[in-house]
């Protein structure tokens, strides 16, 4: 193609992009083939999108200048856990050597990796041990001194009794507990759970302030990230070597107003649970796209802890897409006012292949739209109004040469 066919085509696709003026960020889409595609989104991208992410298009411009609009879905790269219960039957329970012990039988033989148990007691904190067997006589050890706790007063309820295990395979299994008090298992549950890894992207911190409320006896922790990111994952390194539980409140910021006493701020919360030394200290909640994140620890009449290092992450996302026609392709983005596609290909996500091949996104470009204000961050093309006509007009210039050129030749 020479020079001017290559001006014509490209003056062509900015006219047919000029006619999506409400979308105010495009990226072209290299290495795109026919069929299914994957399309890695950048964390960044989230910060321009509404909140139910429905204004994202994939659009394509053939080369005789006609647009198509390629369907999508988005997937989130987040762990999937599969939980498998298994029927069983406790079938004795008897005082060995100073300890109660609990037998449990498998309908069949089959793995298992995780016991939940229910106990009648409150308020303990023992060192368990669990054995399994497959014919009552001869026991393999699976744990030894594997802590369970329950503590229930005014303050505190909590209760971490789940043991987890490497797989295991055995008819029978066998809970020591160190009590001859009476107890009973209220309701218990037996599973073997799979989780696939998951995909994140771990944000930057840009700031951390830490605030010691002494009215309160609370620890206030402010984070700032270097942008507006989905945040799905919140991880604590806690320095201490002894046993602690303190009760803890994760917020994002959403929006602040400026008043005559000063800016007040709104937070969104996004995680209430318990920061124990008997859990990992993660936080797992719904995706919240923010820059500005609160925890919130309540002490108590404990000293406050030493929280050296936080950890803040999102699942990673991307566009599984599939293109039937030749064409240059574009994703569009940020319009308020987009209502969420609806393509046949969201009922169909099973038919996917297992391996796609990948494609990539270049550099944002920010369509500067009619009463939109401009970022210096990213690039801009400017096509609204006289620019749109100046496009338009030379197209049609440059189209008329075409013609006259063939008349010519003819």
Same mark, same amino acid.
């Given at each position: 193609m020479n020079r001017l066919g290559t001006i014509f085509?490209?003056?062509?696709?900015?006219?047919v992009l000029?006619?999506?003026?409400?979308?105010?960020?495009?990226?072209e889409i290299s290495g795109a083939e026919n069929g299914w595609n994957r399309i890695a989104l950048t964390p960044e991208i989230f910060s321009r999108l509404n909140s139910n992410y429905s204004d994202i298009r994939i659009i394509g411009i053939s080369n005789s200048g006609d647009s198509v609009e390629a369907p999508y879905f988005l997937r989130t790269l987040q762990p999937v856990v599969k939980i498998s219960a298994i029927p069983f039957q406790t079938i004795n329970k008897s005082t060995i050597a100073g300890k109660t012990s609990i037998t449990f039988e498998l309908n069949k033989i089959t793995s298992i990796n995780e016991i939940k148990l229910d106990l009648s007691r409150s308020n303990f904190d023992w060192k368990v041990q669990l054995q399994g067997s497959q014919d009552l006589q001869e026991w393999h050890s699976i744990l030894e001194d594997y802590r369970i706790l329950s503590i229930d007063n005014n303050q505190v309820?909590?209760?971490?009794?789940?043991?987890?295990?490497? +797989? %295991?395979?055995?008819?029978?299994?066998?809970?020591?507990?160190? /009590?001859?008090?009476? +107890? %009973?298992?209220?309701?218990?549950?037996?599973?073997?759970?799979? /989780?696939?890894?998951?995909?994140?992207?771990?944000?930057?911190?840009?700031?951390l302030t830490k605030n010691e409320i002494k009215e309160s006896k609370k620890t206030e922790l402010q984070i700032k990230l270097k942008d507006q990111v989905p945040v799905s994952f919140i991880g604590l390194t806690v320095d201490h070597d002894f046993d602690y539980y303190r009760p803890i409140q994760i917020e994002a910021l959403v929006d602040s107003t400026k008043t005559e006493k000063g800016w007040h701020y709104n937070y969104k919360t996004l995680s209430r649970g318990v920061l124990s030394s008997f859990n990992d200290q993660e936080f797992n909640f719904s995706e919240e796209v923010c820059s500005h994140l609160r925890i919130t620890i309540e002490n108590h009449d404990n000293s406050p802890l030493n929280i050296s290092k936080i950890e803040v992450r999102g699942y990673q996302h991307e566009l599984i897409t599939r293109i039937d026609q030749e064409a240059n392709y574009f994703l569009l983005y940020g319009n308020k006012d987009a209502p969420e596609p609806v393509y046949d290909i969201v009922n169909f996500k099973n038919q996917v292949p297992s391996s796609l091949p990948q494609a990539?996104?270049?550099?944002?470009?920010?369509?500067?739209?009619?009463?939109?204000?401009?970022?210096?961050?990213?690039?801009?093309?400017?096509?609204?109004?006289?620019?749109m006509w100046l496009v338009l007009g030379l197209l049609v210039l440059i189209m008329g040469v075409f013609a006259i050129r063939m008349v010519r030749k003819s």
């Amino acid at each position: 193609m020479n020079r001017l066919g290559t001006i014509f085509l490209l003056l062509l696709q900015l006219s047919v992009l000029a006619q999506m003026d409400n979308f105010h960020y495009s990226r072209e889409i290299s290495g795109a083939e026919n069929g299914w595609n994957r399309i890695a989104l950048t964390p960044e991208i989230f910060s321009r999108l509404n909140s139910n992410y429905s204004d994202i298009r994939i659009i394509g411009i053939s080369n005789s200048g006609d647009s198509v609009e390629a369907p999508y879905f988005l997937r989130t790269l987040q762990p999937v856990v599969k939980i498998s219960a298994i029927p069983f039957q406790t079938i004795n329970k008897s005082t060995i050597a100073g300890k109660t012990s609990i037998t449990f039988e498998l309908n069949k033989i089959t793995s298992i990796n995780e016991i939940k148990l229910d106990l009648s007691r409150s308020n303990f904190d023992w060192k368990v041990q669990l054995q399994g067997s497959q014919d009552l006589q001869e026991w393999h050890s699976i744990l030894e001194d594997y802590r369970i706790l329950s503590i229930d007063n005014n303050q505190v309820q909590f209760s971490f009794a789940t043991l987890d295990f490497p +797989l %295991s395979k055995y008819r029978y299994y066998r809970l020591l507990v160190p /009590t001859t008090e009476e +107890l %009973s298992l209220r309701a218990s549950s037996i599973s073997e759970n799979e /989780t696939s890894a998951g995909s994140y992207h771990s944000f930057s911190i840009q700031s951390l302030t830490k605030n010691e409320i002494k009215e309160s006896k609370k620890t206030e922790l402010q984070i700032k990230l270097k942008d507006q990111v989905p945040v799905s994952f919140i991880g604590l390194t806690v320095d201490h070597d002894f046993d602690y539980y303190r009760p803890i409140q994760i917020e994002a910021l959403v929006d602040s107003t400026k008043t005559e006493k000063g800016w007040h701020y709104n937070y969104k919360t996004l995680s209430r649970g318990v920061l124990s030394s008997f859990n990992d200290q993660e936080f797992n909640f719904s995706e919240e796209v923010c820059s500005h994140l609160r925890i919130t620890i309540e002490n108590h009449d404990n000293s406050p802890l030493n929280i050296s290092k936080i950890e803040v992450r999102g699942y990673q996302h991307e566009l599984i897409t599939r293109i039937d026609q030749e064409a240059n392709y574009f994703l569009l983005y940020g319009n308020k006012d987009a209502p969420e596609p609806v393509y046949d290909i969201v009922n169909f996500k099973n038919q996917v292949p297992s391996s796609l091949p990948q494609a990539t996104l270049n550099q944002e470009i920010k369509r500067v739209i009619a009463g939109a204000k401009e970022d210096a961050d990213v690039e801009q093309t400017k096509i609204p109004g006289f620019w749109m006509w100046l496009v338009l007009g030379l197209l049609v210039l440059i189209m008329g040469v075409f013609a006259i050129r063939m008349v010519r030749k003819s």
